[in-house]
Nanobody, 119 residues
Framework: QVQLVESGGGVVQAGGSLRLSCAASGRTFSSYVMGWFRQAPGKEREFVADIRWSGGSTYYATSVKGRFTISRDNAKNTVYLQMKSPKPEDPAVYYC????????????WGQGTQVTVSS
């Protein structure tokens, strides 16, 4: 059974940092692109960042570029999202997702983890 389990959400102070984790299990993800998405109340889900499991190339949404860093640990089968200097638009439920390279949709999604920013 394939699982993506997010963790690390919580309250982060403005100007602080928080690291989210996505533990992947149940299959080999070497040909997948792992992504982070977020959804705030009343808004549509939006792309945040992704990383190719093989090779490690990354891509970021303009809104988070320079503040967030996506990375992976092959040995732990885990993808991370390091969040720095959060802004008022960053609070949301953050989801991890896996998309096979070249596919148009994501095959797997996590349950999400809540991120709140305090001023």
């Amino acid at each position: 059974q394939v699982q993506l389990v997010e963790s690390g959400g919580g309250v982060v102070q403005a100007g602080g940092s928080l690291r989210l984790s996505c533990a992947a299990s149940g299959r080999t993800f070497s040909s997948y692109v792992m992504g982070w998405f977020r959804q705030a109340p009343g808004k549509e889900r939006e792309f945040v960042a992704d990383i190719r499991w093989s090779g490690g190339s990354t891509y970021y949404a303009t809104s988070v570029k320079g503040r967030f860093t996506i990375s992976r640990d092959n040995a732990k089968n885990t993808v991370y999202l390091q969040m720095k200097s959060p802004k008022p638009e960053d609070p949301a439920v953050y989801y991890c997702a896996a998309q096979k390279e070249g596919a148009g949709t994501h095959d797997y999604w996590g349950q999400g983890t809540q991120v709140t920013v305090s001023s």
